[in-house]
């Protein structure tokens, strides 16, 4: 979707979309960063890169509307941390090689292309034993009310991340259903596929 589609829906929001409190899968699994930078990669309106900050890591949130990272900035401040905002498109931003002690992508659907292109990056762009984080709708999620993209072409399989992922070691990797309740966005029972991935080297 385009930045303008989701600078209109973050304005026109009484409060957060998907609420302040950071995924439910983030929040368990955030103990695998190691030290040092995280990226937040499609962070909207800033939740997961917030909570991140308090845990003491340097955060950066990427997203295309800057709207939305207003209101990250916002909420960073009102927990008492700093978070850097990046606006940019992911079709043509660049994960700086060997950087990131994490990168965490959550509810980020993508054209099939593009996700590849993005994901290879993150495979590149973590340090040595820093890990991806991912949560993501399945195709069958389309048999629920609950939020996420009508195109299955967005939607994602473990299979086919297993692949995109080649090169990190999948530390957690499944498809689940789950309650998955934030904000008025994405509310109800839900099927997703969740992994936690290390780069090697140490």
């Known amino acids: 979707m385009e930045p303008l589609f989701w600078d209109n829906r973050y304005a026109a929001a009484e409060g957060f979309v998907f609420g302040t409190a950071p995924n439910d899968f983030l ?27 308090t845990l003491g890591h340097d955060v950066t949130a990427l997203d295309q509307s800057a709207v939305g990272l207003a209101k990250a900035r916002q909420l960073a401040a009102t927990r008492g941390v700093q978070i850097a905002t990046q606006v940019a498109d992911l079709e043509t931003a ?63 399989t473990l299979s086919a991340l297993r692949e995109e992922l080649a090169g990190l070691d ?26 936690v991935a290390r780069a090697r080297g140490r």
């Open 27 to 53: 929040a368990e699994m955030a103990v695998q960063i190691p030290s040092g930078p995280v990226l937040c990669i499609g962070e909207g309106e800033g939740r997961n890169a917030v909570h991140l900050a």
């Open 94 to 156: 660049v994960i700086e090689p060997g950087r990131w002690a994490g990168i965490v992508s959550i509810f980020v659907h993508l054209p099939v292309d593009l996700r590849r292109k993005v994901y290879a990056g993150v495979v590149r762009g973590l340090m040595p034993g820093g890990v991806f984080i991912l949560e993501a709708y399945t195709p069958a999620q389309l048999a629920f009310g609950s939020g996420g993209p009508k195109d299955v072409a967005l939607l994602m």
């Open 170 to 195: 999948l530390l957690v990797a499944r498809e689940i259903e789950r309650a998955v309740i934030e904000g008025s966005g994405h509310t109800g029972r839900a099927a997703v596929v969740q992994v």
